[in-house]
């Protein structure tokens, strides 16, 4: 049977060429409701469920996102993969405000983020030393590639933050120096909560302007902010509608789906019914549930 694939993102991303909506669900979860209604539908037979990570209308902030609603609700209707599309700022001269990157590594400096499914009954510690599922980066990069005059990067370090204040200045010439390449406020514990689910996870990061350690940038307006995203999430849509017709239709052997093989520290007897009950989807692969 063919995979879905999730796109979480903003509310506009699903208007796609030639995307068929066909239903959306409102889905309840053990964790509380997702961020918005999933949009359900095909593009040329390819299953695909789009999730607005901030809810229609961009109701929540980065650090009250329900996070394991939205990645439990995903995986409960199929969804294998997920491509994220986050806004960022730029830590990096080269990178302009514009363009895209692949990121292949992240670094988490949230503090107040619900961050694991494995809890109250169960300790389940699984593998993140790769956090992006490389084929699926590497389908991401193939789809850029057939965007005319899109520029994009190539890997790169996401360094996620607390919202929603932006970093200060000091912090921000303190992660520079550790290499990264942009900086979010989103995407984790997105990218842990989807491994722990078995779902292989990659971002687009769409470059919209420089942090704030760019002392010599000019005053930045919050009209060139937004027309930087305006075509920020039209090459967006043009890299996913690529990418979701590139993807392969079965992918089994894509690295998140065996992540809880040898995870669950719990004994099986420990583990009460009602972990079960909660965790079904999670767990169904390695214990029936």
């Known amino acids: 049977m063919a995979e879905r694939t999730g796109v979480i993102g903003g509310s506009g991303l699903y208007d796609l060429e030639g995307f068929e909506v066909l239903e959306e669900l409102e889905v309840k979860t053990p964790f509380g409701m997702p961020s918005d209604k999933l949009i359900v539908g095909k ?3 390819r299953e695909v469920v789009f999730l607005p990570r901030h809810g229609r209308g961009h109701r929540y902030s980065p650090s009250n996102l329900p996070y394991r609603a939205n990645i ?3 995986k409960s209707v199929g969804v294998t993969r997920i491509i994220s599309v986050s806004a960022v ?3 990096k001269e080269e990178i302009v405000p514009g363009h895209l990157v692949m990121v292949d590594q992240f670094i988490d400096r949230t503090v107040s983020r619900e961050r694991t499914f494995f809890e109250n009954g169960i300790v389940g ?3 993140f030393a790769d956090p992006v599922s490389e084929p699926l980066r590497q389908v991401l990069l193939a789809a850029a590639a057939k965007v005319e005059g899109l520029t994009y990067h190539d890997g790169g370090a996401y360094v996620c933050i607390e919202g929603p204040q932006f970093s200060t200045r000091a912090e921000s010439n303190t992660f520079r120096s550790w290499g990264v390449s942009v900086i979010g406020m989103t995407n984790l514990p997105e990218a842990r909560l989807a491994r722990e689910a078995e779902i ?3 971002t687009i990061a769409l470059s919209t302007d420089y942090d704030c350690w760019h002392e010599e940038e000019e005053d930045v307006s919050v009209a060139g902010v937004l027309e930087t995203i305006r075509k920020n999430v039209a090459n967006a849509r043009k890299v996913i509608r ?13 690295p998140a789906r065996n992540a809880l093989d040898g995870a669950i520290m719990t004994a099986p007897e420990a583990i009460p019914d009602a972990v079960h009950e909660r965790l079904g989807p999670i767990l169904g692969r390695v214990m029936g549930s």
């Open 43 to 45: 593009l040329e037979e």
């Open 72 to 74: 439990y609700a995903l």
């Open 89 to 91: 700022g730029s830590m």
């Open 125 to 127: 510690h699984v593998m």
């Open 200 to 202: 292989d996870y990659a």
């Open 242 to 254: 690529h990418a979701l017709l590139d993807l392969p239709e079965d992918t089994p052997d894509w």
